[in-house]
């Protein structure tokens, strides 16, 4: 196959002037460089096409491709990861990982947890803040954990994401509104174990592939899988590899988990975010139907290398389990 590979680089937008922080989600040239010897050493053909400006410019021109690898996040709005799929439905050609109804809800945390709560699915308490009004009306009891509604590698997230005062609520909520112009969402904090659980598919095709438990080393910021935490983990976090034998959290997270993913209607690879609460019940927090693909710094890499599973196997089961889907969509749209 000829495969398209659609990207955010992050030097790119370094080099355009855009701050550290804001290019957090962005990829790094050595990504791309290892996904496209990946595809290749499957046998296929790449073509780098870079983000969605790029593909709208090749797209008029006249290019095409058998299927697009898709990795892009954009740059603006909570619809930002729906941008290349949406572009790439419209044209008819098929790419990896989910289509621009799930991308677009699973950025935005408070619409994804409706979702999951109104399927039954464990999720804390939670409400989306704007104002000071919206805040005090706030109806669940301290603490509580914030954090920018549509956001992802934990931008935002600091210590202070923790709140243990209800006065300082409104103060710490206006703080991060100021910063990334959009809601708030404030949860019911969870005491527990964190986790992330790895899955590849879609529907009764999909499988939780391993477990990674969040430890924090000493110099970490506290109890939170914080910005400066993620951004510095080779240094800062110790991901443990849980199996749900003889652990029961890990085993009723991962059927958390699926049952998530299938809900949402996420496809062929990414992750799912669970914490414990007081009494160790595992809770959904997030999707991340389009889950970071650095060979040792993205969480579904560094699990899947924990578990045996080379890079280049990965992105053979994310390709197989996107051709399948397609040519499953095929036949049932000529039938």
Same mark, same amino acid.
């Given at each position: 196959?000829?495969?398209?590979?659609?990207?955010?680089?992050?030097?790119?937008?370094?080099?355009?002037?855009?701050?550290?922080?804001?290019?957090?989600?962005?990829?790094?040239?050595?990504?791309?460089?290892?996904?496209?010897?990946?595809?290749?050493?499957?046998?296929?053909?790449?073509?780098?096409?870079?983000?969605?400006?790029?593909?709208?410019?090749?797209?008029?021109?006249?290019?095409?491709?058998?299927?697009?690898?898709?990795?892009?996040?954009?740059?603006?709005?909570?619809?930002?990861?729906?941008?290349?799929?949406?572009?790439?439905?419209?044209?008819?050609?098929?790419?990896?990982?989910?289509?621009?109804?799930?991308?677009?809800?699973?950025?935005?945390?408070?619409?994804?947890?409706?979702?999951?709560?109104?399927?039954?699915?464990?999720?804390?308490?939670?409400?989306?803040?704007?104002?000071?009004?919206?805040? %005090? $009306?706030? &109806?669940?009891?301290?603490?509580?954990?914030?954090?920018? /509604?549509?956001?992802?590698?934990?931008? *935002?997230?600091? @210590?202070?994401?923790?709140?243990?005062?209800?006065?300082?609520?409104?103060?710490?909520?206006?703080?991060?509104?100021?910063?990334?112009?959009?809601?708030?969402?404030?949860?019911?904090?969870?005491?527990?174990?964190?986790?992330?659980?790895?899955?590849?598919?879609?529907?009764?095709?999909?499988?939780?592939?391993?477990?990674?438990?969040?430890?924090?080393?000493?110099?970490?910021?506290?109890?939170?899988?914080?910005?400066?935490?993620?951004?510095?983990?080779?240094?800062?976090?110790?991901?443990?590899?849980?199996?749900?034998?003889?652990?029961?959290?890990?085993?009723?997270?991962?059927?958390?988990?699926? %049952? $998530?993913? &299938?809900?949402?209607?996420?496809?062929?690879?990414?992750? /799912?975010?669970?914490?414990?609460?007081? *009494?160790?019940? @595992?809770?959904?927090?997030?999707?991340?139907?389009?889950?970071?693909?650095?060979?040792?710094?993205?969480?579904?890499?560094?699990?899947?290398?924990?578990?045996?599973?080379?890079?280049?196997?990965?992105?053979?089961?994310?390709?197989?389990?996107?051709?399948?889907?397609?040519?499953?969509?095929?036949?049932?749209?000529?039938?």
């Amino acid at each position: 196959m000829k495969i398209g590979l659609t990207y955010d680089l992050r030097v790119e937008y370094l080099a355009a002037g855009y701050s550290e922080e804001e290019t957090a989600e962005f990829d790094r040239e050595e990504t791309i460089a290892e996904l496209e010897k990946a595809i290749r050493s499957l046998g296929h053909t790449t073509d780098r096409i870079g983000n969605a400006r790029r593909l709208v410019e090749r797209l008029v021109r006249g290019d095409r491709w058998d299927l697009v690898f898709n990795i892009a996040e954009g740059l603006r709005g909570a619809g930002r990861e729906a941008q290349v799929p949406a572009i790439l439905d419209l044209y008819e050609i098929p790419y990896t990982f989910s289509d621009p109804l799930v991308m677009a809800l699973t950025l935005h945390k408070g619409h994804t947890k409706r979702v999951i709560r109104d399927a039954g699915i464990p999720t804390p308490d939670f409400a989306l803040v704007g104002t000071a009004v919206e805040a %005090a $009306a706030i &109806r669940f009891a301290p603490p509580y954990f914030i954090k920018p /509604v549509a956001e992802g590698t934990s931008k *935002g997230i600091t @210590p202070q994401s923790i709140v243990r005062d209800r006065a300082e609520l409104w103060p710490l909520c206006r703080k991060l509104l100021e910063e990334f112009k959009q809601p708030v969402i404030v949860e019911e904090f969870l005491p527990g174990r964190e986790f992330t659980m790895g899955i590849i598919g879609t529907g009764d095709r999909a499988e939780v592939v391993g477990t990674l438990e969040m430890g924090l080393r000493p110099g970490a910021e506290n109890n939170v899988y914080s910005y400066v935490n993620k951004e510095q983990c080779e240094e800062l976090v110790d991901y443990i590899l849980v199996r749900p034998e003889g652990d029961p959290q890990v085993r009723e997270g991962e059927g958390t988990a699926l %049952a $998530a993913w &299938r809900v949402l209607g996420c496809r062929d690879a990414g992750r /799912v975010d669970l914490r414990c609460d007081a *009494g160790g019940r @595992p809770q959904f927090l997030e999707a991340n139907p389009l889950a970071g693909l650095h060979p040792t710094h993205s969480d579904l890499p560094i699990l899947c290398s924990k578990l045996g599973i080379p890079y280049g196997e990965l992105i053979g089961r994310i390709l197989r389990s996107a051709s399948t889907r397609v040519e499953h969509e095929a036949n049932r749209t000529r039938a």
